[in-house]
T-cell receptor
């Protein structure tokens, strides 16, 4: 069964550094998403992406964050200058974009980001 | 604001016991409803989903959930749990007006005593 994959599984970085988290969505999916889960808190929506554009973003997704689909397979989340509070598990998800409100998102294993 | 509430943070059961995990959501419009499961060390997996039709939906591994619109609830049930059901369970809502965003509950950790 096809799966969403993410690399790396764990990233440690210094405050102020840029990080890029990578995701390979399921191959025939059209919609891509990033979520994050700070330790002990809920999974929170960050951004959705369709047709090479952001289709929706949350208030968390400020100018420090950006997303890109640099080629036909990867979907990346960049954090420009990391802060301590960016430490979290970041989940990528993808969906086929089915009509009629029946779309289902499939999640990757996550990247644990630790900002020191 | 839209939100999802899961009433139990941690549930401990013995094998063969029956399970019911509560979930309520706050949203006035049409919603899609999901239960995701995260087994230890693994990623979020879809357990079951409700889009429309029969409010009692069956998922994988013997789980089912009932959508009660009047109560804004989508409780998860299993008649007889197994040790392998030990995991974290997340209720989630996708407001129909937002085709993309999923709103998650805080999760319920289920521990099964062998």
């Amino acid at each position: 069964e096809p799966e969403v994959t993410q690399t790396p599984s764990h990233q440690v970085t210094q405050m102020g550094q840029e990080v890029i988290l990578r995701c390979v969505p399921i191959s025939n999916h059209l919609y891509f998403y990033w979520y994050r889960q700070i330790l002990g808190q809920k999974v929170e929506f960050l951004v959705s992406f369709y047709n090479n554009e952001i289709s929706e973003k949350s208030e968390i997704f400020d100018d420090q964050f950006s997303v890109e689909r640099p080629d036909g397979s990867n979907f990346t989340l960049k954090i420009r200058s990391t802060k301590l509070e960016d430490s979290a598990m970041y989940f990528c998800a993808s969906s086929a974009g089915l009509a009629g409100g029946t779309d289902t998102q499939y999640f990757g294993p996550g990247t644990r980001l630790t900002v020191l | 604001a839209q939100s999802v509430s899961q009433h139990n943070h941690h549930v401990i059961l013995s094998e063969a016991a029956s399970l019911e995990l509560g979930c309520n959501y706050s949203y006035g419009g049409t919603v899609n409803l999901f239960w995701y499961v995260q087994y230890p060390g693994q990623h979020l997996q879809l357990l079951l989903k409700y889009f429309s039709g029969d409010p009692l939906v069956k998922g994988i591994k013997g789980f089912e959930a009932e959508f009660i619109k009047s109560k804004f609830s989508f409780n998860l049930r299993k008649p007889s749990v197994q040790w392998s059901d030990t995991a974290e369970y997340f209720c989630a809502v996708n407001p129909y007006s937002s085709a993309s965003k999923i709103i998650f509950g805080s999760g319920t950790r289920l521990s099964i005593r062998p």
